[in-house]
């Protein structure tokens, strides 16, 4: 929780709480225990002040507020831990069609589906009478009815000491209304949900639930019959996103009649009613006047115009790429309108490009395609402010916007490239597709445009979505990366899936053999492929192929088959590792200076580190570099009238500066430099210690500062002056370094006595970017090392490294307890995210795709185990014996799986006692 987010009306903020935990903690602790014992809330914590924020300048009406309700602390906590408690579990509860507040489904899921929809209506091949209704559920949050609240929760399994307590707390919460920061009396509240508490989105999307289900079931009984965008489509009847209704429909009388009749119900029951006012209708191209006229009639809505939206998504038949692209121009004006860029350094005009400028376009690309000429624009927009002057029409920019877009490493300023960062946002719709999700939006381009040829071959169709025609487009980018990794096979299909690297799409085959699965192709009690099948379907050479390099189908229980992209470690597509990707291909490598080892120079304020950036790329406004782009100007240096000014005579030869060098703490004599400034830089700082380039980096700017000053303000050019404030800024720095780096303390070392019975395993990699890893497990009984192993392997992921040291640590203590009968084994390991994941004992949650099938044999290991094995996070120091030996094993490729003799441990000259300090520690704290 945000330490200094909203306090409680009684003033206690969360930092409070935070910051004196040793005192309060425990007293709090079992008050929360005893809310959830009781299902009762002490009244004060039930509290909530509401304030009012204007919405404009001059509010007059109530209306003109937004209330904003600031709930108790101690509330707000017991609920987080509810939801928090619910999280993993309302996926399951709620239905496909609600796409808020779960994670997995997101916005966009909605807006694609109502998308496909209304192109389905226009589309002239369309041939059913359907409508779509927008509805507008008036004040949802607030209207909730508790009762039926109450019974949707019981209807769905909730607990029933969760809708005790939240009943609980709704009935006996009280309401004060701040006014210029006094409240007057209390308001008991009869029905709504509470803002701002954790639980009521969850609240609220478990009571739209009801309606699912109720229209589901008028479905089951044909009251109403939904529609259907394509043969194999699932029918549809309704979109939910939160509060944002879709309802959807055949345009034929009885059908409306009960859908209406359907909601009103709903509406009485729930208090959640749909203002007709505020509702939109679309149809179907081929719906007749009359029919149209009597769905207007029954639902009382209006069609939607042109300019409709939902979800902010433009919804018109045509163009809505370019009128989104419009709205975002000027939304991008207004906000540089109010920005003064002269008044901000270069390096804070970057810092508001990346995080304000940047994000406002983000969530539309993701829904649409711009244009690229409205791109363009707004991307000399920004540059226009990057560079100054952002009131005038004409700027000047001194490195070009595709240069600042590159990567730090690159020599750019790691600006993102909107074009190719709305593509990999694109990209994120055509994995869903690739993937086979299960998101209501996919199954509906499925059954329109793949249901037969499947993903990979289905090609262009004529009047196809512009979704569709865009995944077509770019689904080339996923071609070589990416393929299924294989559980058991039984959900990919041989011919349409790309299940190995090779794999190609083909072209004839009949409708039996299109739907065979790589599983029907693997005998699994003999280990093998079936031979004669393989040919058939692929050919021989194909059969050679995958006999020797395709990982073999295995039947591990919780391993599923997954698509894997093979550029993120978590084998999933992400949007920020497909934009590096594109950019990659679209720049390729090219790197003229060290950048990164500019970027790598620590300790530069941000500033100078921009100026410095500038200065190599040739970015500053001298002389020579003004007079390329306006001839009136003269290239002539102007303080010395000697030459003309380029970099290196600005800032290494020009009158006086040659002083400063030689006479600074670095003692440069700039004679002899190379004419060109990267070469001149890159020649003075070969070898330089990191302290030494900082100075040279401070009196580059000072020289900088220097000339600026006696050009534009006449002050006198002084060497001293420059070499003592280049003095300055490093003493102030010096300063900074000392505080970062104060010494912790050193606790006391106690003795610590290890029970017999209990058995400790310490486990570590090691890893190298040649893809060399070394592992190593010690095993102590009674914290007395017992037997060792260690292993060198060739893997590319250090997550896997940490993986296979656990799995030969449990094969290494295995064969040591045979014959025991009870024992209780603590396996540590460092790498705290590995811990996690087999704790949860979720396949889904590995973050390197690589180890799947190892981690789900180390998880079904552990569940054989039961209580006698507990694999924990170690510190660095408690582990520390084996890290030294996975060093070891990986430099020296040692093998060894043995009890430890004497001249095995002097050789490797390593410390094996146990950390007993650790195991005090993990001794003492609570279970
Ligand atoms: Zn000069």
């Known amino acids: 929780m945000g330490p200094d987010k909203s306090p409680s009306p009684d003033g206690v903020s969360c930092r409070f709480l935070q910051?004196?935990?040793?005192?309060?903690?425990?007293?709090?602790?079992?008050?929360?225990?005893?809310?959830?014992?009781?299902?009762?809330?002490?009244?004060?914590?039930?509290?909530?002040?509401?304030?009012?924020?204007?919405?404009?300048?001059?509010?007059?009406?109530?209306?003109?507020?937004?209330?904003?309700?600031?709930?108790?602390v101690i509330y707000r906590l017991v609920m987080k831990v509810l939801a928090n408690r619910l999280r993993p579990y309302i996926q399951k509860i709620v239905s496909m069609e609600q796409t808020a507040f779960i994670s997995g489904r997101c916005i966009t899921d909605s807006i694609m589906l109502v998308k496909e929809i209304l192109h389905s209506f226009n589309s002239s091949r369309f041939s059913q009478q359907t409508f779509m209704l927008k509805a507008d559920i008036t004040k949802a949050f607030d209207k909730m009815d508790w009762n039926f609240l109450k019974e949707a929760m019981i209807n769905l399994n909730v607990p029933g000491k969760i809708i005790d307590l939240?009943?609980?707390?709704?009935?006996?919460?009280?309401?004060?209304?701040?006014?210029n920061g006094m409240g007057d009396g209390f308001i008991h509240p009869t029905r709504g949900l509470r803002q701002g508490c954790p639980m009521s989105p969850y609240c609220f999307i478990m009571a739209m639930e009801m309606l699912t289900r109720k229209l589901r079931h008028a479905q089951v009984m044909g009251q109403i019959r939904g529609i259907k965008l394509a043969q194999s489509c699932p029918l549809l009847t309704h979109v939910i996103y939160a509060d944002d209704l879709i309802l959807l429909g055949n345009v034929d009388g009885a059908e409306v009649q009960q859908l209406s009749n359907i909601m009103e119900e709903f509406g009485n029951v729930s208090g959640l009613v749909i203002n007709p006012a505020k509702s939109k209708l679309w149809f179907s191209k081929c719906c007749t006047e009359q029919a149209i006229q009597t769905v207007q009639d029954n639902l009382r809505a209006d069609p939607a115009g042109h300019e409709e939206r939902y979800l902010g998504a433009l919804l018109s038949s045509s163009n809505n790429a370019k009128k989104t692209g419009n709205m975002l121009l000027e939304r991008l004006k207004s906000k540089l309108a109010g920005w003064r860029s002269n008044l901000l350094s270069h390096a804070g005009r970057l810092v508001l490009i990346k995080s304000v400028l940047m994000s406002v376009p983000v969530?539309?690309?993701s829904i649409e395609v711009l244009p690229k000429g409205i791109i363009k624009q707004m991307e000399s927009l920004i540059a226009k402010f990057f560079w100054g002057k952002s009131d005038q029409n004409r700027y000047m920019s001194f490195v070009a916007w595709a240069k600042i877009c590159k990567d730090f490493n690159m020599g750019g300023l790691g600006v993102r490239q909107l074009e190719l960062f709305g593509d990999a946002l694109f990209m994120k719709l055509v994995w869903d597709m690739m993937s086979n999700s299960n998101k209501m939006w996919v199954k509906v381009c499925k059954s329109k445009y793949y249901s037969n040829l499947g993903f990979w071959r289905a090609n262009n169709v004529a009047g196809a979505s512009p979704l569709w025609r865009q995944a077509v487009r770019m689904r080339g980018f996923f071609k070589e990366s990416v393929r299924w990794?294989?559980?058991?096979?039984?959900?990919?299909?041989?011919?349409?899936?790309?299940?190995y690297q090779q794999w190609e799409?083909?072209?004839?085959?009949?409708?039996?053999?299109?739907?065979?699965?790589?599983?029907?192709?693997?005998?699994?009690?003999?280990?093998?492929?079936?031979?004669?099948?393989?040919i058939r379907l692929l050919g021989e050479q194909t059969h050679n192929y995958i006999a020797q390099n395709v990982q073999k189908p295995v039947s591990v229980p919780g391993l599923t088959d997954k698509l894997i992209w093979d550029q993120t470690k978590f084998g999933n597509y992400t949007v920020k590792a497909g934009y590096e990707c594109l950019v990659k291909t679209t720049y390729p490598h090219s790197i003229e200076v060290p950048w990164k080892y500019i970027w790598d120079w620590k300790n530069l304020a941000p500033k100078v580190r921009i100026f410095v950036w500038r200065l190599l790329s040739n970015g500053l406004p001298l002389a020579q570099n003004l007079h390329h782009r306006i001839q009136a100007i003269s290239p002539i240096c102007s303080r010395c009238r000697q030459e003309n000014e380029y970099a290196t005579h600005c800032f290494f030869f020009c009158q006086g500066f040659r002083m400063v060098w030689f006479g600074g703490n670095l003692g440069i004599r700039t004679e002899n430099l190379p004419l060109n400034i990267v070469e001149a830089v890159q020649y003075i700082t070969y070898g330089m210690q990191e302290d030494d380039i900082r100075t040279f980096c401070y009196t580059l700017w000072e020289i900088w500062l220097a000339r600026n000053a006696s050009l534009f303000q006449h002050i006198d050019f002084d060497p001293r002056t420059v070499c003592n404030k280049v003095q300055a800024w490093l003493c102030t720095e010096a300063q900074q370094d000392r505080e970062e780096s104060t010494p912790r303390h050193n606790a006391l070392q106690v003795p610590y006595d290890f029970h017999h019975e209990e058995w400790q395993v310490i486990v570590d990699a090691s890893w190298d970017t040649?893809?060399?890893?070394?592992?190593?497990?010690?095993?102590?009984?009674g914290g007395k090392l017992i037997k060792l192993g260690m292993e060198k392997h060739?893997?590319?992921?250090?997550?896997?490294?940490?993986?296979?040291?656990?799995?030969?640590?449990?094969?290494?203590?295995?064969?040591?307890?045979?014959?025991?009968?009870?024992?209780r084994v603590h396996v540590f390991s460092d790498c705290l995210n590995l811990v996690n994941v087999l704790e949860d004992g979720c396949i889904e949650n590995v973050p390197s795709w690589r180890a799947r099938p190892l981690i789900a044999k180390i998880i079904s290991n552990i569940s054989r185990l039961g209580e006698k094995l507990k694999v924990q996070h170690g510190s660095r120091d408690a582990v520390k014996p084996a890290h030294d030996m996975a060093n070891h094993a990986r430099r020296h490729g040692v093998s060894y799986h043995e009890i430890p003799t004497v001249s095995l441990m002097r050789e490797m000259r390593i410390d094996m006692r146990l950390d007993t300090k650790f195991f005090q520690q993990v001794q003492e704290r609570p279970p």
């Open 505 to 534: 799409p083909v072209t004839y085959a009949t409708r039996r053999d299109r739907q065979k699965t790589v599983s029907q192709l693997f005998d699994f009690g003999a280990n093998m492929w079936h031979r004669e099948e393989v």
């Open 485 to 499: 990794q294989l559980a058991k096979g039984d959900s990919v299909t041989v011919l349409s899936q790309p299940w």
């Open 19 to 72: 910051e004196n935990w040793n005192v309060l903690g425990p007293d709090l602790v079992v008050q929360v225990r005893n809310i959830f014992e009781t299902a009762m809330v002490p009244e004060k914590w039930l509290c909530c002040n509401v304030v009012l924020i204007p919405k404009n300048k001059e509010p007059l009406t109530p209306n003109d507020y937004r209330p904003l309700s600031i709930g108790n």
């Open 770 to 781: 040649s893809h060399t890893a070394g592992t190593a497990y010690l095993i102590y009984q």
């Open 166 to 179: 939240m009943l609980y707390s709704f009935r006996h919460a009280k309401i004060t209304i701040k006014v």
């Open 363 to 365: 969530y539309f690309m």
């Open 794 to 823: 060739t893997t590319d992921d250090p997550f896997q490294a940490e993986a296979l040291a656990i799995d030969e640590a449990i094969d290494g203590f295995q064969q040591l307890l045979r014959d025991e009968n009870y024992f």
